[in-house]
C-alpha cells in the first residue's frame, strides 16, 4: 500500500524559512516522479512542483519559483521542500504527491503550514 | 499559464440521478487532463487521466470525455457518498493546473 507521510508544517512569521518533509513507503521511491500540491484553507487546488524521480528535472509554479526548492533522497525514500521568504498568500495544506509522469495519482493527507505575524 | 474553467460552481442532485461537470482549457491540452474527487476534511482522490482513463480502483459510475478543449466528468447513479469537491487539471504544459472546483451536494 502506497504511504506517504507529510510532516514540517508549523506557524511561522512572514519571511520566514521552513522545510517540509515526506515519508514515502509501499512502493519504489526511486521509479516515480514527486509532486507538491497546495490548498489554502477554504480553497482549492495548486499544484506547486515537482521533481523526476532522478533528480533530473524540477518545476515550479509561478508563485514560488524563486522561492521554493523541492529535493529527494531516493536512499531515504523522503520527499522536502524548501521554502524561503514566506508570506500569508503561502499559507494552507502541503500535499505530498505521487506521479506517474505528470500524473498525480496518490496523495498523502497534508501538513499545515500556517505563515502569521 | 493554461486556465481551467469548470461549471458549474455547484449543483445539487437526487440520490439515483446522473451529473455531468465540464472543464473548459483556455487552449488545448490534447487529451492530457484529469479528475480529482475531494470530501471534506480528506485528501483528494484521483478519479480519471488521459481525459477518460479511469484510475484503478475507481468504480465505473466515473466516466470522462473530450471534445478539444471542453471536457466532462459524468457520475453516474449518485448516492450519498458522492457528495465532494470535483477538480480538473490539466498536465499538458507547466505550470500544471487545477479548475476551481465543483461542489456536488446530494439531495
Known amino acids: 500500500e502506497v504511504q506517504l507521510v507529510e510532516s514540517g508544517g508549523v506557524v511561522v512569521q512572514p519571511g520566514g524559512s521552513l522545510r517540509l518533509s515526506c515519508a514515502a513507503s509501499?512502493?519504489?521511491?526511486?521509479?516515480?516522479?514527486m509532486h507538491w500540491v497546495r490548498q489554502p484553507p477554504g480553497k482549492g487546488l495548486e499544484w506547486v512542483s515537482l521533481i523526476s524521480w532522478g533528480s533530473d528535472y524540477r518545476h515550479y509554479g509561478d508563485s514560488v519559483k524563486g522561492r521554493f526548492t523541492i529535493s529527494r533522497d531516493n536512499k531515504k525514500n523522503s520527499l522536502e521542500l524548501q521554502m524561503n521568504s514566506l508570506t500569508t498568500e503561502d499559507t494552507g495544506l502541503y500535499y505530498c504527491?505521487?506521479?506517474?509522469?505528470?500524473?498525480?495519482?496518490?496523495w498523502g493527507q497534508g501538513t499545515l503550514v500556517t505563515v502569521s505575524s | 499559464d493554461i486556465q481551467m474553467t469548470q461549471s458549474p460552481s455547484s449543483l445539487s442532485a437526487s440520490v439515483g440521478d446522473t451529473v455531468t461537470i465540464t472543464c473548459r482549457a483556455s487552449?488545448?491540452?490534447?487529451?492530457?487532463l484529469a479528475w480529482f474527487q475531494q470530501k471534506p476534511g480528506k485528501a483528494p482522490k484521483s478519479l480519471i487521466y488521459?481525459?477518460?482513463s479511469l484510475q484503478s480502483g475507481v468504480p465505473s459510475k466515473f466516466s470522462g470525455s473530450a471534445s478539444r478543449i471542453d471536457f466532462t466528468l459524468t457520475i453516474s447513479n449518485l448516492q450519498p457518498e458522492d457528495s465532494a469537491t470535483y477538480y480538473c487539471?490539466?498536465?499538458?504544459?507547466?505550470?500544471?493546473?487545477f479548475g476551481q472546483g465543483t461542489r456536488l451536494e446530494i439531495k
Open positions: 509501499g512502493f519504489k521511491f526511486d521509479e516515480f516522479t
Open positions: 504527491v505521487r506521479g506517474d509522469g505528470y500524473i498525480l495519482t496518490d
Open positions: 487539471q490539466q498536465y499538458d504544459s507547466y505550470p500544471i493546473t
Open positions: 487552449q488545448g491540452i490534447s487529451n492530457f
Open positions: 488521459a481525459a477518460s
